[in-house]
């Protein structure tokens, strides 16, 4: 079975770091780009950012530029999404997806389950 799994969020005042890991399982995620969105209440689901399946290319929305850093791990078919100097409007559900090819312009191929992040003091 086809998986993503997205772990480590949670309540985090504002000026604070999280570290959200989307491990995948029953496939490789290495020959894929890896796109992290993000959904607030009442709010459509956004682009945060995105990794090509080499790490050469780093897309970032410009709301979070400068302050989230994306990587990966192909040896641990892993890809993380680093959140420093968290803000209010962070909050939200984040959902890791794999596209369909090694590109961030590729459509989506599947999508994890989604990790509550919550910055609030």
């Known amino acids: 079975q086809l998986q993503l799994v997205e772990s480590g969020g949670g309540l985090v005042q504002p000026g604070g770091s999280l570290r959200l890991s989307c491990a995948a399982s029953?496939?490789?995620?290495?020959?894929?780009?890896i796109g992290w969105f993000r959904q607030a209440p009442g709010k459509e689901r956004e682009g945060v950012s995105c990794?090509?399946?080499?790490?050469?290319?780093?897309k970032y929305a410009d709301s979070v530029k400068g302050r989230f850093t994306i990587s990966r791990d192909n040896a641990k078919n892993t890809v993380y999404l680093q959140m420093n100097s968290l803000k209010p409007e962070d909050t939200g559900v984040y959902y890791c997806?794999?596209?369909?090819?090694?590109?961030?312009?590729?459509?989506?191929?599947?999508w994890g389950q989604g990790t509550q992040v919550t910055v609030s003091s």
């Open positions: 997806a794999t596209k369909l090819g090694r590109l961030c312009a590729d459509q989506i191929r599947n």
């Open positions: 029953g496939f490789t995620l290495d020959y894929y780009a």
């Open positions: 990794i090509n399946s080499s790490g050469s290319f780093l």
